[in-house]
């Protein structure tokens, strides 16, 4: 019985460390999927009229560039 006991351990500790490191991930990926979500909002509730200071790109039919 102890030597099947011992041959379980291993798979036991990864698996736990698997865990872990899942959990750990999911927590990284949620932060940083509010961090974005929330630099968004602030530049959606942006006024307009501080966009429109920005000054916007415009192609040249001729050769296809874009510049200033």
Same mark, same amino acid.
């Given at each position: 019985?102890?030597?099947?006991?011992?041959?379980?351990?291993?798979? =036991?500790?990864?698996?736990?460390?698997?865990? #872990?490191?899942?959990? @750990?991930?999911?927590?990284?990926? $949620?932060?940083?999927?509010?961090?974005?979500?929330?630099? =968004?909002?602030?530049?959606?509730?942006?006024? #307009?009229?501080?966009? @429109?200071?920005?000054?916007?790109? $415009?192609?040249?039919?001729?050769?296809?560039?874009?510049? =200033?």
């Amino acid at each position: 019985m102890s030597a099947k006991l011992i041959s379980n351990v291993p798979r =036991l500790v990864l698996w736990a460390a698997g865990t #872990v490191a899942a959990f @750990a991930l999911a927590r990284i990926v $949620r932060n940083e999927f509010e961090r974005v979500n929330a630099e =968004l909002d602030e530049a959606r509730l942006t006024p #307009v009229t501080e966009r @429109a200071q920005h000054p916007t790109l $415009r192609r040249d039919p001729r050769t296809g560039i874009y510049t =200033l």
